[in-house]
Nanobody
Framework: QVQLVESGGGLVQAGGSLRLSCAAS????????MGWFRQAPGKERQFVAA????????YYADSVKGRFTLSRDDAKRALYLQMNSLKPEDTAVYYC??????????????????WGQGTQVTVSS
């Protein structure tokens, strides 16, 4: 089973950018749909974006569409989330996740069965 480690979080001013990375161990990375979720204090874990096996298709939450870009590099077993035009409401712990789903519009956390430990993103106003 794949294991996931996120990096790239930090503190940024509103309007700024961050790039999150997720490094995977294990040879099965390419067989998973990959996604990012986020969780703010006191709130439920929220879907951010997903990318299909092979990276041909992506799906984004309306709240990040046009600002965030998700990509994957199966040769490097890596997932990337480029976040631009960040807003204070983007502040959360961001989690990388892997799942066996094929339908990217299935956005509940229980569709994903492997999770990283999370990385904090804080956007100041």
């Amino acid at each position: 089973q794949v294991q996931l480690v996120e990096s790239g979080g930090g503190l940024v001013q509103a309007g700024g950018s961050l790039r999150l990375s997720c490094a995977a161990s294990g040879r099965t990375f390419s067989s998973y749909t990959m996604g990012w979720f986020r969780q703010a204090p006191g709130k439920e874990r929220q879907f951010v974006a997903a990318i299909s096996r092979g990276g041909l298709h992506t799906y984004y939450a309306d709240s990040v569409k046009g600002r965030f870009t998700l990509s994957r590099d199966d040769a490097k077993r890596a997932l990337y989330l480029q976040m631009n035009s960040l807003k204070p409401e983007d502040t959360a712990v961001y989690y990388c996740a892997a799942g066996p789903l094929w339908d990217l519009t299935r956005t509940t956390p229980d569709e994903y069965n492997v999770w990283g430990q999370g990385t904090q993103v804080t956007v100041s106003s």
